[in-house]
């Protein structure tokens, strides 16, 4: 049975009264940043990081890996230092997401499962041996950061984007997110997009054609794009109540200027006090 202690700030007496007397400690999705005096409070401070270290380090894996249509990851554990998930490896476990897994919640989903199967194997090899035998220092000429999301700010779809690209980008914003947002011409709310698929056959659109619905069914719409055409499940509004019943063929999606231009701006950072966008 473990031993569960919550903590609300890394430089409290509390914290390091309980650090100093552990031998293991593990932090899992933390947002703090530890600086020497924390990692020296315990021989063994460690981070559970599910990526295939030293690729995609930092906290907006899931979405970013959708992005880049990666469909293998790692449950990697490693040593913590005053980096961003740069400390040595201690286990790593690779592994391939099924074909279902579409969206940052499928893939949230298969990870947890996975990353306390291999917590729980590490946890009692450590009891076992008492100690951290072997340490993998990562190769820098192999990694990459990706930062934080905000799906308010960055979840801005550009009907310039092919097919593909477009059902990569909506999926990287489904759930457990709102959705990938846009505007209809002549109406000032924004909708939100999920459940989108390409659309195999279709006609060549023009780039001046994307966004356009031009044709509507119970339970979706399709949607020119810039050379081809996808279709959409589900249309959102503000709430979560879908309003595909309130789109009509002949209607233009489009995003805002201003709204991709914050996108592609904005730098989101998550503290251990809360969001902070630059």
Request: with cysteine.
């Amino acid at each position: 049975v473990l031993d569960l202690k919550i903590v609300k700030d890394l430089d409290s007496p509390f914290f390091e009264e309980i650090a100093k007397d552990s031998q293991l400690l593990i932090s899992f999705g933390s947002a703090w940043m530890f600086k020497k005096k924390h990692i020296d409070y315990c021989k063994n401070l460690i981070n559970v990081h599910c990526t295939n270290l030293p690729q995609w380090r930092g906290g907006g894996f899931p979405s970013w890996m959708i992005l880049a249509g990666i469909n293998y990851s790692s449950i990697t554990i490693h040593k913590i230092d005053e980096g961003i998930d740069t400390g040595n490896i201690i286990y790593t476990k690779k592994f391939f997401f099924p074909p279902g897994c579409k969206t940052p919640l499928d893939y949230k989903n298969h990870i947890h499962e996975l990353s306390y199967t291999c917590l729980n194997k590490f946890i009692n090899d450590f009891v076992s041996n008492a100690n951290i035998i072997n340490e993998i220092v990562q190769q820098e000429d192999f990694s990459s950061y990706f930062p934080r999301l905000n799906s308010d700010i960055h979840a801005c779809i550009d009907w310039t984007w092919n097919s593909n690209d477009l059902i990569k980008f909506i999926d990287a914003f489904d759930d457990p997110y709102s959705g990938a947002f846009t505007n209809i011409s002549g109406k000032t709310e924004r909708i939100y997009l999920k459940k989108a698929y390409v659309v195999e056959g279709e006609c060549n659109y023009h780039p001046f054609q994307a966004g356009i619905v031009f044709r509507k069914e119970e339970n979706g719409i399709y949607i020119c794009t810039n050379g081809g055409a996808i279709y959409c499940q589900s249309v959102l509004n503000f709430n979560g109540n879908n309003v595909i019943d309130n789109i009509s063929t002949g209607d233009r999606l489009y995003s805002k200027y201003d709204d991709l231009e914050k996108a592609r701006s904005t730098k989101t950072i998550y503290t251990s006090k809360g969001r902070i966008n630059r």
